[in-house]
């Protein structure tokens, strides 16, 4: 409650410019093409490297047609690269606002797509209070946990994207929307996994983040996840091992994390520090040949290329204490790898992966074929086709 009572301001702010603003889009709707029939798509405002952007870049190459725009900061790392694709509108301009009103589709990777403040509309949203275009939810990466916001009625969408089969059926049984509202599709982004698979010598360490109640600033050098990574980063069998095979360790926390990440110290040249201004996900998850994570949605990807996963999840207990409850998902069961809790045992299974050539082993690869019975390059087609017919258009 202290939180809404904080943010107070900004909804009383959105509020009035829905107001303000909302007679004038209707007039744009009709008078100007760059807000007729349109399809707005966005990240967080501040980005463009998931599954928005990748059906952005879809939508632009292979249906001009569209009247697409995505919503970014000039300032931002990935503008020029949208920019070349098509037109864009600057994040909480006023351009944002007033197409945010008058688009007919609202195409996001995050929980209430397009919005100028993800979290004010949200809660707007939940009193009723939502602006006219079908509400499309590409997802950021696949759910494998208990989501309680994420539920009919808690949150309403038009759209809701799966990206696997055993993720579909848990959203269909158990989060109880509407019929037609889940589709089961693929991720926009796994497009691009395929025809972009490049393996090289790398290991890609990618750890989740804890929360937003989770120590910060200096309180975090005293939390376990700094002090087993830190620990892995520094570990000489492991550093001996990237020098005899003349393989190259990225470690690229969460972006949630990365202001930490100037904490953490590399004892190698071989063990790169990964900011997310200069590294791109996708990029680092085709060029790597083992993904290390702890819990990260992220190893869903690497899967897709039938890559090897290792899980080092020493701290079980106080991740479900800051983050998400456990869902469907097993990772003894269910994971594409080993898990593992100890820095020891972690340092073996990189050995055993490495000195079989990276190569997946049968046991996982059968779990993957499960896991993904649609694995091609065809999920923007397939989610252009569903929002073609949702937004009046034949498919």
């Known amino acids: 409650m202290s939180n809404k009572l904080k943010r107070l301001p900004i909804y009383l702010k959105n509020v009035f410019l829905l107001t303000v603003l909302w007679p004038i889009a209707a007039v744009l709707r009709r008078t100007n093409k760059a807000y007729r029939h349109l399809w707005l798509v966005m990240e967080r405002g501040f980005d463009a490297r998931d599954n928005a952007y990748w059906f952005f870049h879809y939508l632009c190459l292979q249906h001009p047609e569209i009247n697409a725009c995505f919503v970014i900061d000039p300032s931002s790392p990935d503008y020029d690269k949208v920019a070349r694709l098509g037109p864009t509108a600057a994040w909480r301009s006023l351009r944002h606002y007033l197409m945010y009103l008058a688009a007919d589709m609202l195409i996001s990777t995050h929980v209430q797509p397009c919005a100028p403040d993800l979290m004010a509309y949200y809660h707007l949203r939940q009193v009723g209070i939502r602006p006219r275009g079908k509400q499309i939810f590409l997802q950021h990466g696949i759910i494998k946990d208990e989501m309680q916001w994420m539920r009919y009625p808690t ?14 059926d848990y959203l269909i049984s158990e989060f109880g929307y509407p019929d037609g509202v889940v589709r089961y599709t693929g991720l926009c982004r796994f497009d691009r996994l395929l025809r972009g698979n490049a393996p090289s010598r790398e290991i890609l360490v990618m750890p989740t983040w804890r929360g937003s109640n989770y120590p910060q600033g200096e309180q975090f050098y005293e939390t376990a996840f700094y002090r087993h990574f830190q620990s892995m980063l520094e570990n000489p069998d492991l550093v001996r091992l990237l020098e005899e095979k003349d393989l190259k360790l990225i470690f690229y926390p969460h972006i949630e ?5 100037d904490k953490f110290k590399s004892p190698s040249e071989r063990i790169i520090l990964a900011s997310w201004k200069d590294y791109d996900v996708q990029t680092l998850l085709m060029h790597c040949s083992l993904l290390i994570t702890d819990y990260s949605s992220v190893f869903f990807d690497v899967g897709y290329m ?10 079980v207990e106080d991740f479900l204490k800051y983050h998400y409850q456990k869902g469907y998902f097993s990772y003894e069961d269910h994971g594409f790898g080993p898990v593992v809790k100890t820095e020891e045992a972690l340092v073996k299974a990189v050995y055993d992966c490495v000195g079989n050539d990276f190569r997946l082993q049968k046991e996982y690869r059968e779990r993957l074929d499960a896991f993904y019975p649609l694995r091609d390059e065809q999920n923007c087609e397939r989610t252009y086709q569903i929002l073609r017919r949702m937004d009046g258009g034949e498919g």
């Open 257 to 261: 994390l990365q202001k930490e990440l």
């Open 155 to 168: 949150m309403k969408v038009d759209f809701f994207t799966s990206g696997a089969k055993p993720e579909y």
């Open 306 to 315: 039938e890559k090897p996963v290792i899980y080092y999840q020493f701290d």
